[in-house]
């Protein structure tokens, strides 16, 4: 009678597949909640993400990583609603919630995940979560929305369900990520200006050491860094620390009340400056002339932001020992992931001079790898 397909036929019909990566800092850290800039790379390691449809209504999450899966049902969709044993599918779950909050319609979905991004390393594998599922969920209930408000339903995923008081910086890497180039993203207009960063053709490599100390951005200290941050601006009298520039850090230096304002307040300045400079050098082909920036822009998270690790610090230290024309931490930091830019024959040493240096201290065995820029969010079937 009726020539409706039976529900299991249906869910049968269509499915698609997207991948999005995780990225690589190459400057500009914790910058971006400061209306600032940043220089991310997205990164070969991504994430896949395959959304079907279900004739119950409900949220299937399924990850090759986990155990699972976890189930939601779409009436109780919302912030809170996962039992602690399942709140990585948050960062699934949750772009479903910010795409029905956007008023978007939802129906039964499953929605499988399968990521090689090494978790809690400082290499976004949560951006690279959301930004796969919120393209393909895009695609598969034909929403029509564009790059930038696939950035803007992911971060809320990322703010607002999972509680991670994030920048927005990782989400606009592995959407708009482009082989061969680092972005320079201006953070308070979003705009994103692709940048020439061809490793190969300037025979470099850029190594990333992770050091396995684990980093986490729910855990407080990250958004104590941020508290810290709008405090100064305001008490500088600006929108965000990103309106002052080197010129007047010498006066803000003399009006903020205590040495822990101005460490914060002087790293964010200083950082925004050199992500520019960065910038500059990259877009006339100085790939080598950037280390340095690189190197100084460790030295204030570490001395002035304060939110690196003896790990880190060391293997920074032992990459800048072996040649390289620049090392520093990349991502939120308190532990995660070191990059060094240096040359090829000069990585494996490098990397080995790291676990020797690592193995010495009772720490735990980093992990070395070389990345180069790769594509953004992007159709897999
Ligand atoms: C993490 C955050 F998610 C970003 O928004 C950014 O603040 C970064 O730390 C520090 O630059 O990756």
Redesign the pocket.
Same mark, same amino acid.
């Given at each position: 009678m009726s020539s409706l397909p039976e529900p299991a036929a249906a869910a049968e019909l269509v499915q698609c597949t997207w991948r999005a990566p995780g990225?690589v800092?190459l400057i500009?850290?914790? $910058?971006?909640?400061n209306d600032g800039f940043?220089l991310p790379l997205a990164i070969p390691q991504g994430c896949t993400a395959t959304v079907s449809p279900l004739a119950e209504p409900v949220i299937e999450v399924i990850s090759a990583q986990r155990e699972g899966p976890v189930e939601i049902a779409l009436a109780e969709l919302a912030p809170g609603a996962l039992a602690d044993e399942d709140q990585w599918a948050g960062y699934i779950a949750g772009v479903a919630w910010a795409l029905a909050e956007r008023g978007h319609q939802l129906s039964g979905l499953s929605i499988t995940v399968d990521g090689d991004v090494p978790a809690g390393a400082?290499l976004?594998s949560? *951006?690279a979560l959301e930004c796969s599922v919120a393209s393909a969920l895009n695609d598969q209930l034909g929403l029509g929305l564009d790059r930038s408000e696939l950035v803007a339903v992911a971060r809320q995923a990322?703010n607002d369900f999972v509680g *991670?008081p $994030?920048?927005?910086?990782?989400?606009l890497a592995s959407i708009f990520g482009e082989r061969g180039r680092v972005l320079l993203c201006d953070m308070r207009s979003l705009a994103v200006e692709p940048v020439p960063f061809d490793l190969e053709a300037a025979g470099l490599t850029l190594l990333v050491i992770d050091t396995k100390a684990p980093h986490q951005?729910t855990d407080g200290l990250?958004g104590e860094r941020?508290d810290a941050c709008e405090e100064a601006a305001r008490l500088l009298g600006v929108p965000a620390l990103r309106d002052l520039s080197l010129e007047e850090l010498s006066d803000a230096m003399n009006r903020l009340p205590n040495e822990t304002l101005r460490k914060r307040a002087r790293h964010v300045i200083t950082e925004n400056d050199r992500t520019l400079a960065c910038a500059d050098l990259l877009r006339t082909g100085q790939l080598r002339q950037v280390g340095p920036l690189l190197t100084a822009s460790h030295a204030s998270m570490r001395d002035d932001f304060e939110i690196t690790v003896p790990e880190v610090d060391l293997a920074v230290e032992v990459l800048l020992a072996f040649g390289a024309f620049g090392a520093r931490m $990349?991502?939120?930091?308190f532990g995660g992931c070191v990059i060094g830019l240096m040359e090829p024959a000069q990585a494996r040493a490098a990397a080995l001079a790291v676990v020797a240096a690592f193995a010495g201290r009772d720490y735990l065995e980093p992990v070395s790898f070389p990345v180069t820029a790769a594509d953004g969010a992007h159709r897999l079937g």
């Open positions: 990225r800092n500009g850290e914790h $910058t971006d909640y940043c400082g976004s949560s *951006a990322e *991670a $994030t920048g927005g910086m990782d989400q951005l990250y941020r $990349t991502g939120g930091g």
